[in-house]
Protein backbone atom coordinates (compact mmCIF):
# COMPACT_ATOMS: atom_id res chain seq x y z
CA UNK A 1 0.00 0.00 0.00
CA UNK A 2 1.26 3.57 -1.08
CA UNK A 3 -0.06 6.81 -0.07
CA UNK A 4 1.18 10.07 -1.75
CA UNK A 5 2.10 13.09 0.94
CA UNK A 6 2.26 16.42 -0.45
CA UNK A 7 4.36 18.60 1.11
CA UNK A 8 4.67 22.21 -0.34
CA UNK A 9 5.05 21.57 -4.56
CA UNK A 10 6.83 18.10 -4.32
CA UNK A 11 4.70 15.18 -3.82
CA UNK A 12 5.96 11.70 -1.87
CA UNK A 13 4.81 8.32 -2.22
CA UNK A 14 5.43 6.63 0.80
CA UNK A 15 4.83 2.87 1.89
CA UNK A 16 1.52 2.84 4.32
CA UNK A 17 3.09 1.83 7.36
CA UNK A 18 1.45 0.94 11.10
CA UNK A 19 2.83 3.00 13.64
CA UNK A 20 4.33 1.29 16.72
CA UNK A 21 4.91 2.45 20.29
CA UNK A 22 4.34 5.76 21.66
CA UNK A 23 4.12 7.57 18.21
CA UNK A 24 0.68 5.44 17.78
CA UNK A 25 -1.59 7.89 18.02
CA UNK A 26 -0.28 11.13 16.56
CA UNK A 27 -0.97 12.07 13.05
CA UNK A 28 1.71 13.74 10.61
CA UNK A 29 5.40 12.69 10.09
CA UNK A 30 6.75 11.64 13.43
CA UNK A 31 4.34 8.86 13.05
CA UNK A 32 6.54 7.51 10.46
CA UNK A 33 10.30 8.69 11.97
CA UNK A 34 11.31 5.90 13.52
CA UNK A 35 10.53 4.06 10.30
CA UNK A 36 12.44 3.36 7.24
CA UNK A 37 11.56 4.17 3.67
CA UNK A 38 12.69 5.74 0.89
CA UNK A 39 10.45 8.49 -0.38
CA UNK A 40 10.05 8.54 -4.20
CA UNK A 41 9.62 11.72 -5.76
CA UNK A 42 6.52 11.51 -8.62
CA UNK A 43 8.29 12.98 -11.88
CA UNK A 44 5.37 15.31 -12.47
CA UNK A 45 6.27 18.12 -10.18
CA UNK A 46 10.01 17.53 -10.41
CA UNK A 47 9.63 18.00 -14.53
CA UNK A 48 7.79 20.77 -13.92
CA UNK A 49 10.34 22.59 -11.48
CA UNK A 50 13.03 21.33 -13.83
CA UNK A 51 11.35 23.62 -16.39
CA UNK A 52 10.73 26.50 -14.29
CA UNK A 53 14.40 26.58 -13.63
CA UNK A 54 15.56 26.46 -17.26
CA UNK A 55 13.00 29.41 -18.04
CA UNK A 56 15.09 30.96 -15.22
CA UNK A 57 18.29 30.48 -16.18
CA UNK A 58 17.59 31.35 -20.13
CA UNK A 59 16.20 35.05 -18.14
CA UNK A 60 19.78 35.20 -16.68
CA UNK A 61 21.94 34.56 -20.14
CA UNK A 62 19.47 36.71 -21.77
CA UNK A 63 20.15 39.43 -18.99
CA UNK A 64 23.58 38.80 -19.45
CA UNK A 65 23.56 39.29 -23.14
CA UNK A 66 21.96 42.36 -22.68
CA UNK A 67 23.23 44.26 -20.10
CA UNK A 68 27.13 42.72 -20.77
CA UNK A 69 28.63 46.38 -20.40
CA UNK A 70 27.00 46.70 -17.03
CA UNK A 71 28.67 46.30 -14.00
CA UNK A 72 26.85 42.41 -12.97
CA UNK A 73 27.43 40.19 -10.33
CA UNK A 74 26.66 36.86 -9.68
CA UNK A 75 24.68 38.04 -6.34
CA UNK A 76 22.59 40.56 -8.79
CA UNK A 77 21.84 37.72 -11.53
CA UNK A 78 20.53 35.37 -8.41
CA UNK A 79 18.01 38.04 -6.84
CA UNK A 80 16.66 38.68 -10.46
CA UNK A 81 15.37 35.36 -10.47
CA UNK A 82 15.15 34.84 -6.60
CA UNK A 83 17.61 31.99 -6.73
CA UNK A 84 21.04 31.66 -4.09
CA UNK A 85 24.05 32.28 -6.08
CA UNK A 86 25.33 29.27 -5.18
CA UNK A 87 22.12 27.60 -6.57
CA UNK A 88 22.51 29.86 -9.57
CA UNK A 89 26.08 28.81 -10.60
CA UNK A 90 25.82 25.24 -10.28
CA UNK A 91 22.66 25.27 -12.27
CA UNK A 92 24.04 27.75 -15.07
CA UNK A 93 27.24 25.53 -15.05
CA UNK A 94 24.85 22.30 -15.44
CA UNK A 95 22.97 23.92 -18.02
CA UNK A 96 25.25 25.69 -20.00
CA UNK A 97 28.95 24.32 -19.07
CA UNK A 98 30.54 27.43 -17.88
CA UNK A 99 29.55 29.63 -14.84
CA UNK A 100 27.79 32.97 -15.11
CA UNK A 101 30.95 34.84 -14.58
CA UNK A 102 32.99 33.06 -17.24
CA UNK A 103 29.52 33.53 -19.67
CA UNK A 104 29.39 37.10 -18.81
CA UNK A 105 33.38 37.69 -19.18
CA UNK A 106 33.00 35.33 -22.35
CA UNK A 107 30.61 37.99 -24.25
CA UNK A 108 32.92 41.01 -23.23
CA UNK A 109 35.33 39.14 -24.63
CA UNK A 110 33.45 38.70 -27.88
CA UNK A 111 32.17 42.05 -27.98
CA UNK A 112 35.12 43.59 -27.36
CA UNK A 113 37.40 41.26 -30.36
CA UNK A 114 34.23 43.26 -32.78
CA UNK A 115 34.80 46.44 -30.91
CA UNK A 116 38.75 46.39 -31.71
CA UNK A 117 38.30 44.34 -35.22
CA UNK A 118 36.38 47.56 -36.09
CA UNK A 119 39.33 50.20 -35.12
CA UNK A 120 38.66 53.88 -33.67
CA UNK A 121 38.91 52.85 -30.18
CA UNK A 122 41.63 52.67 -27.61
CA UNK A 123 42.34 48.99 -26.01
CA UNK A 124 41.39 50.93 -23.04
CA UNK A 125 38.49 52.55 -24.12
CA UNK A 126 37.25 49.11 -25.46
CA UNK A 127 37.73 47.63 -21.98
CA UNK A 128 35.38 50.19 -20.29
CA UNK A 129 32.92 50.17 -23.18
CA UNK A 130 32.27 46.56 -22.67
CA UNK A 131 32.14 46.89 -18.71
CA UNK A 132 35.64 45.64 -17.32
CA UNK A 133 36.52 47.78 -14.41
CA UNK A 134 40.19 46.95 -14.75
CA UNK A 135 42.53 46.98 -18.05
CA UNK A 136 44.64 44.36 -16.64
CA UNK A 137 41.85 41.83 -15.59
CA UNK A 138 40.63 42.65 -19.38
CA UNK A 139 43.62 41.98 -21.01
CA UNK A 140 44.09 38.95 -19.24
CA UNK A 141 41.10 37.15 -19.73
CA UNK A 142 41.70 38.55 -23.62
CA UNK A 143 44.35 36.73 -23.56
CA UNK A 144 43.17 33.52 -22.59
CA UNK A 145 40.68 33.26 -24.55
CA UNK A 146 41.87 34.50 -27.68
CA UNK A 147 45.01 33.55 -28.17
CA UNK A 148 46.82 37.05 -28.24
CA UNK A 149 46.82 40.08 -26.40
CA UNK A 150 44.32 42.89 -27.25
CA UNK A 151 46.63 45.21 -28.59
CA UNK A 152 48.40 42.75 -31.24
CA UNK A 153 44.59 41.59 -31.91
CA UNK A 154 43.49 45.38 -32.46
CA UNK A 155 46.08 45.70 -35.57
CA UNK A 156 45.94 42.26 -36.69
CA UNK A 157 42.44 41.25 -35.97
CA UNK A 158 41.09 43.41 -39.41
CA UNK A 159 43.47 42.12 -41.93
CA UNK A 160 42.09 38.47 -40.71
CA UNK A 161 38.29 39.16 -41.18
CA UNK A 162 38.89 41.33 -43.98
CA UNK A 163 36.45 40.66 -47.16
CA UNK A 164 34.13 38.46 -44.90
CA UNK A 165 30.48 39.13 -44.05
CA UNK A 166 29.85 40.80 -40.24
CA UNK A 167 27.71 37.30 -39.68
CA UNK A 168 30.52 35.25 -40.76
CA UNK A 169 33.16 36.85 -39.01
CA UNK A 170 31.44 36.91 -35.51
CA UNK A 171 31.07 32.81 -35.71
CA UNK A 172 34.69 32.72 -36.81
CA UNK A 173 36.16 34.67 -34.53
CA UNK A 174 33.89 33.85 -31.60
CA UNK A 175 36.36 32.61 -28.19
CA UNK A 176 36.12 29.16 -27.01
CA UNK A 177 36.57 28.64 -23.71
CA UNK A 178 38.40 25.29 -23.19
CA UNK A 179 39.86 23.58 -20.34
CA UNK A 180 43.49 22.80 -20.38
CA UNK A 181 44.78 19.34 -19.16
CA UNK A 182 46.88 19.17 -16.03
CA UNK A 183 50.64 19.15 -16.84
CA UNK A 184 51.81 16.12 -18.56
CA UNK A 185 48.41 14.82 -19.65
CA UNK A 186 47.63 15.06 -23.78
CA UNK A 187 44.79 16.69 -24.95
CA UNK A 188 41.99 15.09 -26.04
Do not use: W
Not at 55 to 68: E, K, P, S, T
Not at 81 to 103: C, D, I, K, T
Not at 136 to 149: D, H, K
Amino acid sequence: MVKTVHFGRMAFEVPRQRARGRLAGRRGRRAVAGTSYDPVVTSKPAAEQRLRDLARLRRVRDRIDRDYAQPLDVEALARGVNMSAGHLSRAFRQAYGESPYSYLMTRRIERAMTLLRRGGLSVTEVCFAVGCSSLGTFSTRFTELVGVPPSVYRREGARATAGMPACVAKQVTRPVRTRRPPDGEPPG
